[in-house]
C-alpha cells in the first residue's frame, strides 16, 4: 500500500466522494450499520450479488474492497450492480487498509486512491483499481473461460458432501421434530436474497388463498414481517436476524455443526428464547427445504434463493453442493417463487366476484319483496333514498 502526502487545498474544495467509513470483514454486518454516503470499506473476495444490493440499498458513497471483486474464478454477478448504481468501487487496495483507517473516521476517494484529508495536506492511505463498466466486462469475459475448472471443483465437491451427509439426504435422518404442523401444506421458504421483495409482492394473492406455511431464513424472517406476515418457523444461525422476528412467536430452528456446536443457541438463551438444534453442514437454506419435504409439505415455494448455475457459483463453492444436491432431494415438490408469480392466477376473477355481488344483492331484495315485514322495510329504504336524492339535487 502507498503511504505519502500531498500538499492540497480546504477538503470541502476536492474532487471526489468524501464520507465517514464504516469498515468490516463480513459484508452483511457492515450494512447493517451503513448510512447514506458513507463509504464502506470491505474484505470480500468475488463480490456477490445479495452483498452488492445491500450496499446500493444502504445508499453508500463508495466502496472500497481490499481484495480483488472479481477474481476470475466465476462471472460473479456483484460488481456490477455496484457500478450500475454509480457507486465508485475502488478494488484490491489491501488487506493493510484495515489497519490504516478508523471505523467513523472521514476519508475520500477520488478515482483509484483514498486520502486522509486535513486543512493543509493529503495523506494517501490506499489505492487500488477503480472498476467501470468496460474494466468489468473484460474481467467478466476472463471469468467465463474459467467455468470449467470451477464446475470441476463442484463435481468433486458435491461427491464428498454426498458422503458426509448421504443419510440426511436419502433417509432423513437427523431432522429435528417440531410442533409446526406442515403435513399436507404449501410451504413459503422466504431467504433476504435475490429479488426477494419483488417476489413477497408478487406472491400476496397466492399468500391469501393458500395460507402456506411461512419459514423464514435468518433474514428472511424480517422480510416476512416487512410486509405484513409473520413466520411461522424461523431457521438459520440467528445472526442476521433482528430481536424482534424472534420475539414474534416463531418456532426456531437453529442450524449447528455437525460436532453438535450451535452458536445461534447462545443468542437465543440469551433473550430468554429456546430453539431446536438442526446439525447439518448444508446451508440454513438447504435445511429449511430438508425440513419442509421430510415434514410433508405438499408443495416448497422458494423466495430469494439460487436457481441458476451462476447464482450458485456466485453463493461460493463450498454451499454449492448442499444447495444441489437439497434441490434433486426435495424434486418436484420445489417451485422458485418466480415461477408461481407467473404462472398463479386467482382462481376467481375480479369481474365474476362483481357478479356475485349483483346477484347477492338481487337475492336479499327479493327475499325482503315476498314477506309483509320484508316490503315494510324496503318502504323504509325508498323513502330514506328518496329524500336522499332529493337533498343530492339541491346542492347541485
Not at 500538499?7 to 474532487?15: H, I, M, N, W, Y
Not at 480483488?68 to 487498509?97: C, E, F, H, K
Not at 475520500?108 to 495536506?121: A, L, P, Q
Not at 409482492?201 to 388463498?209: D, N, S
Request: aromatic share 6%.
Amino acid at each position: 500500500m502507498r503511504m505519502s502526502a500531498l500538499r492540497r487545498g480546504r477538503p470541502d474544495d476536492l474532487p471526489g466522494v468524501t464520507g465517514v467509513v464504516r469498515l468490516d470483514h463480513r459484508t452483511k454486518d457492515l450494512t447493517k450499520r451503513l448510512k447514506p454516503g458513507e463509504i464502506a470499506v470491505i474484505d470480500h473476495l468475488d463480490l456477490d450479488r445479495v452483498s452488492a444490493e445491500a450496499l446500493v440499498a444502504c445508499a453508500a458513497g463508495a466502496v472500497v474492497n481490499v481484495r480483488p471483486s472479481v477474481s476470475g474464478r466465476y462471472p460473479n454477478l456483484g460488481p456490477d450492480i455496484i457500478v450500475q448504481a454509480g457507486i465508485p468501487l475502488v478494488d484490491d487496495v489491501g488487506p493493510d487498509l484495515f489497519n490504516a483507517v478508523r471505523e467513523g473516521e472521514t476519508l475520500r476517494v477520488d478515482g483509484d486512491t483514498i486520502y486522509r484529508d486535513t486543512k493543509t495536506e493529503a495523506e494517501v492511505v490506499g489505492s487500488g483499481i477503480r472498476h467501470d463498466r468496460e474494466s468489468l466486462a473484460k474481467l467478466m469475459g476472463d471469468a467465463r473461460e474459467g467455468l470449467s475448472a470451477q464446475l470441476e471443483a463442484f463435481a468433486a465437491n458435491t461427491m464428498e458432501y454426498l458422503k458426509r451427509e448421504r443419510e440426511l439426504l436419502l433417509d432423513g435422518v437427523g431432522v429435528p421434530e417440531i410442533r409446526t404442523d406442515i403435513e399436507g401444506r404449501h410451504v413459503l421458504i422466504v431467504v433476504r436474497g435475490y429479488d426477494y421483495k419483488e417476489d413477497l409482492t408478487a406472491l400476496r394473492p397466492y399468500i391469501r388463498e393458500y395460507n402456506p406455511i411461512l419459514i423464514g431464513v435468518d433474514g428472511g424472517a424480517d422480510a416476512l414481517l416487512e410486509v405484513g406476515l409473520e413466520p411461522h418457523i424461523i431457521v438459520g444461525d440467528m445472526d442476521s436476524v433482528s430481536d424482534d422476528a424472534l420475539s414474534s412467536g416463531a418456532e426456531l430452528i437453529v442450524h449447528a455443526y455437525r460436532d453438535g456446536r450451535a452458536p445461534g443457541l447462545g443468542r437465543l438463551e440469551r433473550m430468554g428464547l429456546s430453539g431446536v438444534p438442526f446439525a447439518a453442514t448444508g446451508t440454513s437454506e438447504d435445511i429449511a427445504m430438508l425440513l419442509a419435504d421430510d415434514k410433508g409439505a405438499s408443495l416448497i415455494v422458494a423466495v430469494g434463493t439460487h436457481a441458476t448455475l451462476v447464482e450458485f457459483l456466485d453463493k461460493g463453492r463450498s454451499g454449492m453442493a448442499s444447495t444441489f444436491l437439497t434441490r434433486l432431494r426435495v424434486g418436484s415438490k420445489l417451485v422458485d417463487a418466480k415461477g408461481v408469480s407467473r404462472l398463479y392466477h386467482s382462481r376467481i376473477p375480479g369481474w365474476m366476484l362483481v357478479v356475485f355481488v349483483i346477484a347477492g344483492i338481487v337475492a336479499v331484495a327479493a327475499a325482503l319483496y315476498s314477506t309483509p315485514t320484508g316490503r315494510a322495510y324496503l318502504d323504509i329504504f325508498g323513502s330514506w333514498w328518496d329524500r336522499f336524492y332529493f337533498w343530492l339535487q339541491g346542492l347541485f
